[in-house]
């Protein structure tokens, strides 16, 4: 289990405790403590959080992508909107449980996954069948649904600048920006460059 507060991962803990099935062997705080961790246990599913500090759960998705192919990931998190759900999944993660639901859905969750599904908490389903909605800023003022450089793409495009364009201001390769163009599109579940402008006036990025 990866989450920022231990109140959370006792509470957990505590809710798992008449499920003998489930077995909670570790907890990391923070995506960059995790590896040291997991290199020491036998883990066969993660539950990770999406708000983490310094790193959060979808860089921390895309490093275990990368390091640890074969884990299965269940994000759980109290994140409901499109662009958590849409980026966890993408980045690897075998499904999303929000929290505060009964720990029989955070079991029926893990068995889902461990026979090879994919859960995703009702509510999270509604968001992306609804498609994208305001996200409120966290504290420090980030918003750990995209990475700084899907925003600078998203405000360039909202500013009518082409591919070409895009790709000399941020020093990239024209098809890197087509691909961070498709991504963002499948995040945020929309057909067009104009849904991602109103996605990043509704935001007053530009």
């Known amino acids: 289990m990866i989450d920022a507060q231990e109140l959370v991962a006792d509470g957990l803990k505590r809710h798992l405790n008449p499920f003998p099935q489930l077995e909670v062997v570790g907890h ?15 883990v066969d599913l993660l539950l990770m959080d999406v708000s983490l500090p310094k790193m959060d ?25 499109i662009e958590y759900v849409n980026s966890m999944l993408i980045e690897g993660a075998c ?3 929000v929290k505060g639901g009964p720990a029989e859905e955070v079991v029926l969750a893990v068995d889902t996954v461990m026979q090879g599904g994919c859960y995703v908490s009702q509510v999270a389903r509604a968001n992306i069948e609804r498609g994208y909605k305001h996200t409120g800023k966290r504290v420090d003022g980030e918003y750990i649904g995209l990475t700084s450089r899907e925003r600078e ?3 360039l495009i909202a500013l009518e600048r082409t591919n070409t364009e ?9 098809e890197t920006v087509k691909t961070h163009r498709k991504n ?11 849904g ?3 996605y990043a006036v509704d935001r007053c990025w530009v």
């Open 28 to 42: 990391a705080y923070s995506g960059e403590g995790l590896l040291p961790k997991l290199a020491k246990l036998q």
């Open 57 to 81: 759960g979808i860089d921390t998705m895309r490093m275990l992508h990368s390091a640890s192919p074969g884990l299965r990931v269940l994000a759980y998190s109290a994140l409901s909107e």
């Open 95 to 97: 499904g999303y449980l």
């Open 153 to 155: 793409i998203i405000r």
């Open 166 to 174: 895009i790709a000399a201001a941020l020093f990239i390769g024209e």
């Open 184 to 194: 963002l599109m499948l995040k945020l579940n929309v057909r067009s460059a104009a």
């Open 196 to 198: 991602l402008v109103k």
